[in-house]
């Protein structure tokens, strides 16, 4: 995919309404620390918040894609000197937000480095396959910088969602 913040953004306009962050019928966020664990974390939570808004079947696919874009965050991300101590505030946070007829999984980490899919993957290799899975079992994928007082940027992942699959607002 793009470098562009505003290019990678465009598979989440495409074919869909606006998302209007007010239509949000429901969002959730968790912060993750700078340690592996934080995965097993990210997959709990997005169990727990998937079952609580009655989307469950969704698990599979966007656990998978959930683990992948956090793992890409703490691996790629993070300056390797990056403090690992407990009292220091997570840098990694996964939010979660849900319309009607979607699901964006978001993952926002303190680089400003742009995600790179690989032009062609290896699937022998044991890594480098993450944004391939994205592609893969998401709807769209795409990146932004932040703005404002937030430094970084959020790397997010899309999923239609079957209509009356869930309930809530209409987008």
Known sequence: ???????????????????DPAAVSNAASC?????????REARGFTRRTLDQWELGDRFDDVCLVVSELVTNALRHALPSNAPRACEQPPPVRLHLMRWTERLVCAVRDPSHDSPVA?????????????????ESFSDGWGWHPMAGTLSGKVVWALF?????????TAD
Not at 2 to 13: A, C, V, Y
Not at 118 to 133: I, M, Q, V, Y
């Open 118 to 134: 690989r032009d062609s993957e290896d699937f022998s290799a044991e890594s480098g396959r993450g944004l391939f899975l994205v």
């Open 160 to 168: 239609r969602l079957q209509p009356g699959a869930c309930t809530g």
């Open 31 to 39: 912060a993750l620390p700078a340690r592996y664990e934080a995965v």
């Open 1 to 19: 995919m793009g470098t562009n913040g505003s290019t990678m953004l465009e598979p989440l306009r495409q074919g869909l309404p606006p998302l």
